[in-house]
């Protein structure tokens, strides 16, 4: 029933050739340009393409030419293996459920890659995975912009507010976090997204999400400020807004357990460290990372309307 829809992404190569205007939003601009008009339903079903092939990589015929992985899909990132599936097979003991460690959840239990690629969440509405994919599709539905998020067709992001309490049994190192805002670039791209607005979705992502002790900012208008660093092992750049100290409530982190062999997970690149909890002022301050940005951009995705660039603006507006 949605094959017209996704026909229409075949319009998409043009798309890339116009200029959004600043005051649409990436959400609005590519709906309208994709999908027609600009309804609620029609945002969903512009963030369902876009989160679903970034979990699975490019399915939908045609696109314009690029060929996504996706996140489930073991890869590279600067030189670097990344293999991101076992997280979300339950391998790792890495999912937090509120309690002092991490546990094993499979989030692949309501059809796996099968229903995406029929641009569904999950086959099963009471499914880990249905509620992974929606709430994916309503975040960045929200930090895109989407103008009718809220309305019939489309709920509101509803679920946790803090991106760092969600993550903070992964120890994410700059490989992983940089891989899957990679995908969600390429995904982007492979409907016909500009390289500007692109650039201006990574950058923001980086910002808010790529550094460890970022002190609280909001994600989501309506949950306000909460601790959002996702890239928390000490490899992670520390956030050039910490002023070299690590809000407390960023815990000591902990290696997920690999539930298959009972050993911690094989990190590729630098393993994680305990430092960044406390006062913060050792030496696991410096940035280590030569090949992630050394300052926050201050330009940028504002200027682009992207909805989420306050922490991209790098101002004191967001710190509580
Ligand atoms: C910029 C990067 C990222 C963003 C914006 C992001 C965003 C999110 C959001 C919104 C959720 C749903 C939270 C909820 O249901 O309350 C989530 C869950 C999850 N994310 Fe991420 N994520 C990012 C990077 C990563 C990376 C690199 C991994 C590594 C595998 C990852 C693995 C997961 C897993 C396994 C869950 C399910 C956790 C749970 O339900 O407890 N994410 N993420
Ligand atoms: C993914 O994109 C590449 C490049 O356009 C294309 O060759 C490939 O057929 C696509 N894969 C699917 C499943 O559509
Ligand atoms: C860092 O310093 C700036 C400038 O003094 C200040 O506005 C900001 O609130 C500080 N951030 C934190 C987390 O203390
Ligand atoms: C992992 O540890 C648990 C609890 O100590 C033990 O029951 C299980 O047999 C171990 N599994 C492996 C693969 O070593
Ligand atoms: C978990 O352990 C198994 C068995 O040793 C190994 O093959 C696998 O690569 C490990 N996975 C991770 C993520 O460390």
Known sequence: MRFSRIAAVAAAATVAEAQRPTDTSICDYYTTALLKENTAKNQYTLLTLVVNTVVIGNYTMPNVGIKVPGILAAGQYEGTDVN?????????????????????VNFLDGGAAEPLMKNMPANDMNSKQYFLLTHLYQFFGSLLGCS?????GFDAYTAAAS?????????????????????????????????????????????????RCAPPATAIKAQGPALQSICIDGACPVSPMANGTCDPAYE?????????SN?????????????????????????????MPSAVPTAGATA???SFAAAAAGVAALLI
């Open 84 to 104: 991101l599936l076992p997280y979300f097979t339950g391998e790792l003991a890495s999912t937090n459920r509120g309690g002092k460690s991490g546990v094993s």
């Open 263 to 291: 050993a911690t997970k094989a990190a590729p690149g630098a393993q994680g460290t305990a430092t960044m909890s406390g006062s913060g002022s050792g030496s696991g301050m410096m940035p280590t990372m030569s090949s």
């Open 252 to 260: 000591p982190v902990l290696v997920p357990v690999n539930t298959t």
């Open 304 to 306: 682009y309307g992207v």
């Open 163 to 211: 991106m760092y309490k969600v993550h903070k049994f992964m120890d994410l190192n700059p490989y992983e976090v940089g891989y899957f805002i990679q995908q969600v670039g390429m995904a982007a791209a492979s409907f016909g997204v500009a390289e500007e607005d692109v650039k201006a979705v990574g950058t923001a992502l980086n910002s808010l999400f790529g550094y």
């Open 148 to 152: 009718q998020q809220g309305m019939p």
